[in-house]
């Protein structure tokens, strides 16, 4: 490739808001070059909500979610600090885009999973970048214990998102969907599980309005599985159930942040059922050519609660742009997508059979 094929491509996010991000020329860039993902106008969400409706794709980046926007800031940080290793817990996507990271970086990494509650697509990442993988006997909020106790009482560096560099990545996402669409969006809606996505958001929308990048600052909205809204319940949730793995999290590590988010931007965090997040989900690739896995589908699932509840909110968005984030792609965990298709139909190979069961003439 030739050097201004090299200089006019996507960098990754740590030199595209070099500016706008913790480095010095000192710290090392650990880069899959995550970022710089899709806006994608969603037409038929549009249509069906009377809003402008536009999805952030974020499964589109190197490890197949928005986690790599945060990793590569982390990763490189703890290069900088002379770091060797790495430790996270997660519901699936943290512990995939670690491994990845630390693998680039030459680092070791050990992520803590609970037993038996991970999509198979993202337990195969992490194994395939060489993590070392504990299944532990319990939820992914005994994992995130667990993890900081490690990172305490050994030298190991903490990625999840209570480590601040992970949100000062994933702020790009607000910063790039500013520069995309040229201005805030009137409302951003997304999925909420630990709560790092909707902090870094909202402070990613926070920084462009104070660099004059935007005029205005966008409604958050925030929705998680019903059965495990500890952050809508206002309480923990000791046994967090729902069909979406990656936000099945009963004590979110940023839940002050998300709530300060909610309250200074005037929006809402509310709950959606596992019916909805999956008829999202299928809506999602059916009608809109995008796969996702189920947790990304929660904030389109709320998006069209609040659409077909018609009170103040739906109002207020009617004609204006909404911003959703699909955190993270389809192929991580496609068993729901099986399961809502109808069933495949098994032919011998024959033309004239093919043609049949097709209704071709
Ligand atoms: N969507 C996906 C696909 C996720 O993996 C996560 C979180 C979320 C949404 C929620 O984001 O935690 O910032 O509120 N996944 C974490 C993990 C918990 O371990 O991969 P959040």
Redesign the pocket.
């Known amino acids: 490739m030739s050097d201004i094929a090299l200089a006019t491509s996507w960098r990754g996010v740590i030199e595209e808001f070099r500016d706008q991000l913790p480095v010095t020329t000192d710290t090392p860039v650990i880069t899959l070059c995550e970022g710089g993902t899709p806006l994608l106008y969603a037409p038929h969400l549009s249509e069906l909500t009377g809003a402008q409706v536009y999805l952030k794709v974020e499964g589109a980046n190197p490890t197949g ?3 790599d926007r945060g990793m590569t800031l982390a990763v490189s940080k703890a290069v900088e600090a002379g770091s060797q290793a790495l430790v996270c ?7 995939a885009s670690a491994a990845a990271y630390a693998t680039r970086a030459g680092l070791t990494c050990a992520v803590l999973l609970p037993r038996a509650a991970v999509a198979a697509g993202k337990v195969a990442q992490a194994l395939a970048f060489g993590a070392t993988l504990l299944e532990v006997e319990g939820s ?1 909020d005994d994992c995130l214990v667990l993890a900081t106790q490690l990172s305490e009482k050994y030298s190991v560096t903490l990625v999840n ?1 209570v480590n601040p560099y992970r949100i000062a990545g994933q702020r790009t996402a607000a910063l790039e969907v500013v520069e995309q669409l040229g201005t805030a969006p009137a409302a951003h809606f997304l ?8 902090t870094a958001y909202w402070a990613g929308y926070r920084q462009a309005h104070e660099l004059g990048w935007s005029t205005r600052l966008p409604m958050m909205c925030g929705f998680q599985a019903a059965g495990a809204a500890p952050i809508v319940r206002d309480e923990l949730v000791v046994n967090p159930q729902t069909v979406a793995s ?2 099945r ?1 009963g004590n ?1 590590a ?1 839940w002050s942040s998300a709530v300060a988010a909610r309250d200074e931007s005037g929006g809402l965090i509310a709950a959606v059922s596992d019916e909805q997040i999956l008829a999202a989900h299928r809506l999602l690739s059916s009608v809109e050519a995008v796969f996702v ?1 189920p ?2 589908a929660a904030g389109v699932a709320g998006l069209l609660a609040v659409a077909e509840a018609s009170g103040a909110t739906a109002e207020r968005l009617r004609g204006h742009s909404v911003v959703c984030t699909v ?2 792609n389809g192929l991580k965990d496609p068993e729901w997508a099986v399961r809502a298709a109808p069933p495949s139909v098994v032919i011998a190979a024959d033309v004239q059979l093919a043609a049949n069961v097709l209704t071709l003439h």
């Open positions: 979610s928005f986690k817990s997660s519901t699936g996507n943290t512990a992914v998102s999925p909420v599980g630990g709560a790092g996505n909707i990656a936000i999290i979110p940023s896995e947790a990304s955190t993270g």
